[in-house]
T-cell receptor, first 113, second 113 residues
Framework: GDSVTQMEGPVTLSEEAFLTINCTYT??????LFWYVQYPGEGLQLLLK?????DKGSNKGFEATYRKETTSFHLEKGSVQVSDSAVYFC????????????FGAGTRLFVKA | NAGVTQTPKFQVLKTGQSMTLQCAQD?????MYWYRQDPGMGLRLIYY???????DKGEVPNGYNVSRLNKREFSLRLESAAPSQTSVYFC????????????FGPGTRLLVL
């Protein structure tokens, strides 16, 4: 079945460090891919998305490239800030007679000043 | 615009009690969703409504019922709460389609004793 696998957290980084959060997926058909972010005490909000192979989604300094050959959508940021501390969810959406979104387990990021 | 609103924010129930979680959106979206979020398991879909007048089961529907009252409102009912239903519940809405963004409410934290 369709699934999303993310690297386990928590991930702890110092401010200005480089961030990578790995995400791989399994899907029938041709999914759209998303990263959502959840700040403490809030609901999820879209960070970025990509809808076809080799598309790069970007927002707030975060980037992810849709890699069909490796079924991956890794999240990267060149220099993290304390305010980036949150839980990050990778997700895919497929059309299986209705549109279904599947979320990964989430990766918690702590950024230290 | 308020986006997606949920009530209550927090609730404590005893085993066997019933309650209804309310959700409303003001973005004129066709589709609405109920998820539960448990540590290490990401978000799991309970029920969804692709459009007004329709509802369908998601991944974990047992013990829950839903009502799509109108285009704006989508409620989730626990008829006889169990400790296994202790979780954080999120409502979301979106337009129909594969590459659409889901917009989430702030969540309801439910504790069943």
């Amino acid at each position: 079945g369709d699934s999303v696998t993310q690297m386990e957290g928590p991930v702890t980084l110092s401010e200005e460090a480089f961030l990578t959060i790995n995400c791989t997926y399994t899907a029938t058909g041709y999914p759209s891919l998303f990263w959502y972010v959840q700040y403490p005490g809030e609901g999820l909000q879209l960070l970025l998305k990509a809808t076809k192979a080799d598309d790069k989604g970007s927002n707030k300094g975060f980037e992810a490239t849709y890699r069909k050959e490796t079924t991956s959508f890794h999240l990267e940021k060149g220099s993290v800030q304390v305010s980036d501390s949150a839980v990050y969810f990778c997700a895919l959406s497929v059309n299986t007679g209705g549109f279904k979104t599947i979320f990964g387990a989430g990766t918690r990021l702590f950024v230290k000043a | 615009n308020a986006g997606v609103t949920q009530t209550p924010k927090f609730q404590v129930l005893k085993t066997g009690q019933s309650m209804t979680l309310q959700c409303a959106q003001d973005m004129n979206h066709n589709s609405m969703y109920w998820y539960r979020q448990d540590p290490g398991m990401g978000l799991r879909l309970i029920y969804y409504s692709a459009s007004e007048g329709t509802t369908d089961k998601g991944e974990v529907p047992n013990g829950y019922n839903v009502s799509r009252l109108n285009k704006r409102e989508f409620s989730l009912r626990l008829e006889s709460a169990a400790p296994s239903q202790t979780s954080v519940y999120f409502c979301a809405s979106s337009e129909r389609g594969q590459a659409v963004t889901q917009y989430f409410g702030p969540g309801t934290r439910l504790l069943v004793l």
